[in-house]
């Protein structure tokens, strides 16, 4: 069974760090491109950024690149998402995402398996 495990949220002030943690079980962590994504209640879940087997990222916009790192240790098959300079507007629930292939995919469909989320909350 894949199992997809977040850890590494929590509560942090503006200007703050985070980092998150993505433990994968139950699949080929190298064969797989691993995502994160994030939701705030009433709005749709949004692409954070992916990154495939080999190391090659993307990030949903050039801002968010700039206080966001996306990363994988394949020996460990856990990914990870550095939060930098946190801002309200951070605040959400995190997803870890998983999808066969080698293509950083962005969209909430392209994804097969989900972890159960971890939340974020960054004050003012």
């Known amino acids: 069974q894949v199992q997809l495990v977040e850890s590494g949220g929590g509560l942090v002030q503006a200007g703050g760090s985070l980092r998150l943690s993505c433990e994968a079980s139950g699949l080929t962590f190298s064969t797989h491109t691993m995502a994160w994504f994030r939701q705030v209640a009433g709005k749709e879940r949004w692409f954070v950024a992916s990154?495939?087997?080999?190391?090659?990222?993307?990030y949903d916009t050039d801002s968010l690149k700039g206080r966001f790192t996306i990363s994988r240790d394949n020996a460990k098959n856990t990914a990870y998402l550095q939060m930098d300079s946190l801002k309200p507007e951070d605040t959400a629930v995190y997803y870890c995402?998983?999808?066969?292939?080698?293509?950083?995919?962005?969209?909430?469909?392209?994804?097969?398996?989900w972890g159960q989320g971890t939340q974020v909350t960054v004050s003012s």
């Open positions: 990154i495939t087997w080999a190391g090659y990222s993307i």
């Open positions: 995402a998983a999808r066969r292939g080698t293509y950083t995919h962005t969209r909430v469909q392209d994804y097969a398996y």
